[in-house]
């Protein structure tokens, strides 16, 4: 993993900035997410966070203690760059940042959901990037993954 710095971290917050408009969206009740996928300087792809197909019958996150009900914001903008831009998803960067209730972005810890981590691998993702309290860091998609596997509470 990389921190960036310079011209490389402006882009970042940019597309950070840009995460964090789709998790304002998010229906989850537990923690609002959003993820954009961006190629040659365009969003491919993005998702918050919420039931599936965004239905609020059954339960969503928060309602009461329980696995969660989530379509992670990961998963959704995978989906929809496979859907809208599936030949530019091969070698594209993954932008993933949780809001507060206020809609500011929060920090990120480390990496840990090895499904997000699996998926982005399998359709080619080449960098996924988490806002890290020491700044943004770009992992090389399979880095993410081992790490994801190393921190994963699910063994
Ligand atoms: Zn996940």
Request: glycine residues 12%; charged residues 30%.
């Amino acid at each position: 993993m990389e921190y960036l710095s310079g011209h490389q971290e402006e882009e970042a917050v940019t597309w950070m900035n840009e995460a964090a408009r789709v998790a304002r969206g998010a229906l989850c009740l537990a923690t609002k997410c959003g993820t954009v996928i961006v190629k040659d300087g365009a969003i491919i792809g993005e998702g918050y966070n919420g039931p599936p197909l965004d239905k609020t019958e059954g339960r969503i996150c928060g309602e009461e203690i329980g696995p969660s009900t989530c379509v992670h914001s990961e998963w959704r903008a995978i989906f929809d760059a496979l859907r809208n831009n599936p030949e530019k998803i091969k070698g594209s960067k993954l932008y993933f940042v949780r809001v507060d209730e206020e809609g500011d972005t929060k920090r990120s810890g480390n990496p840990t959901c090895t499904v997000c981590s699996r998926m982005a691998l399998d359709v080619g993702i080449d960098k996924f990037l988490l806002w890290h309290k020491e700044g943004i860091g770009e992992y090389g998609t399979g880095e993410y993954n081992r790490l994801s596997y190393e921190h994963t509470s699910e063994k």
